[in-house]
């Protein structure tokens, strides 16, 4: 039989995304977008063209029934033209530290994926959900 978790203890695995990228100030946390194919992962050094950074609010998060989806505004004026690939999620204090990578269709999804440098770029949904329900 596979392991079942409670609703409790999947708010806290999903919650812990925010707990790790804050953890060391909320002032330090960065989206950022990059065109090109996302990297095999967040060790591997970033590919692409950086368009936009977007500073991420203090509570960028919020988990409920073991999903988190974002919290806030989530928006900034793109640096750079280009079409957006992929993201990273970094805590800036420091040496930058990848912890989450994905792409712009379905694990983050922007307003707009062909991205003119200065237009406005905002992330209408992002989400994970934690197994074993």
């Given at each position: 039989m596979a392991f079942q978790y409670g609703v409790a203890l999947r708010n806290a695995?999903?919650?812990q995304i925010q707990t790790t990228v804050a953890a060391a100030g909320t002032s330090n946390m960065q989206l950022r977008i990059y065109s090109g194919a996302e990297p095999a992962d967040c060790g591997t050094t970033a590919?692409?063209?950086l368009l936009a950074t977007i500073v991420l609010p203090a509570?960028?998060?919020?988990?409920?029934?073991?999903?988190?989806?974002l919290a806030g505004t989530w928006s900034?004026?793109?640096?750079?033209?280009?079409?957006a690939g992929?993201?990273?999620?970094y805590d800036m204090a420091g040496t930058p530290v990848c912890h989450?990578?994905?792409?712009v269709t379905t694990?983050?999804?922007l307003n707009n994926t062909s991205i003119t440098?200065?237009?406005t770029v905002s992330v209408t949904t992002f989400g994970v959900t934690a197994g074993n329900a």
């Amino acid at each position: 039989m596979a392991f079942q978790y409670g609703v409790a203890l999947r708010n806290a695995q999903v919650s812990q995304i925010q707990t790790t990228v804050a953890a060391a100030g909320t002032s330090n946390m960065q989206l950022r977008i990059y065109s090109g194919a996302e990297p095999a992962d967040c060790g591997t050094t970033a590919s692409g063209t950086l368009l936009a950074t977007i500073v991420l609010p203090a509570s960028f998060l919020t988990s409920s029934g073991g999903t988190t989806t974002l919290a806030g505004t989530w928006s900034v004026a793109a640096s750079t033209t280009g079409t957006a690939g992929y993201f990273r999620i970094y805590d800036m204090a420091g040496t930058p530290v990848c912890h989450v990578q994905g792409n712009v269709t379905t694990d983050l999804v922007l307003n707009n994926t062909s991205i003119t440098a200065t237009q406005t770029v905002s992330v209408t949904t992002f989400g994970v959900t934690a197994g074993n329900a």
